[in-house]
């Protein structure tokens, strides 16, 4: 547990990070609170702490610089999400949220790799034309379940990003945390594609509601890794 002078300073950094992704218009007003009442929480959990919390500031640092990848031509063909909402805060940063309060490192690597691994695959692939993942068919940038070599690739890098940050702000075996965020992000960001492909493109699931699952499934699959 830490004293209220050593976490003050973090808590005051934090409040600052979220004003500036509110006047920047990446988070509307109720995302950038909760997202600081979540960082709070996290700082103060006895089993997490300050540096739990700078591993999810890489998530929502990546996801800002890659939402801003090629974001005219996005503009130009229609998908680009612009300012996120609470909703995309909840759906993304629950789980860690709640991973991170148990003081569980495998489940909280693989949610965070999970979200990272989606949010890069879906902004930078949808530059390219993808194809449906349960059919491989060619399907229009912006289509529910539609995969790419590209995204796939950048996905992949950004799980891994989360897993050699991991190491280094936990103090966890590099190796260990590689294995964790490369195969939990993945196997969720496939997860989040075939949700996609079969239930929301019916309408069945929302993508808020596809987020959760696929961060829920990159948890489990965390957690069986770190137990190994």
Known sequence: MYNLEYVAPYVVLLMVIGIMVYAKKALDLLGSIFMIIMGVIIIFAPDAGVYWLFLILVFL???LLFTKYKHEYKKEIGVYEGTRTIRNVVSNGIVPFVMAAFGNYGGFIGSIATATADTMASEV?????PRLITTLKKVPPGTDGGISVLGTTAGIIGAGIIGVAASYLLQID?????EIAVISGTVGCFVDSVLGAVLESKKYLNNEQVNLIATVCGAFIGIALGMI
């Open 61 to 63: 640092i990546l996801g």
């Open 125 to 129: 692939g949808v530059t390219t034309t």
């Open 174 to 178: 590099m190796f260990k945390t590689l």
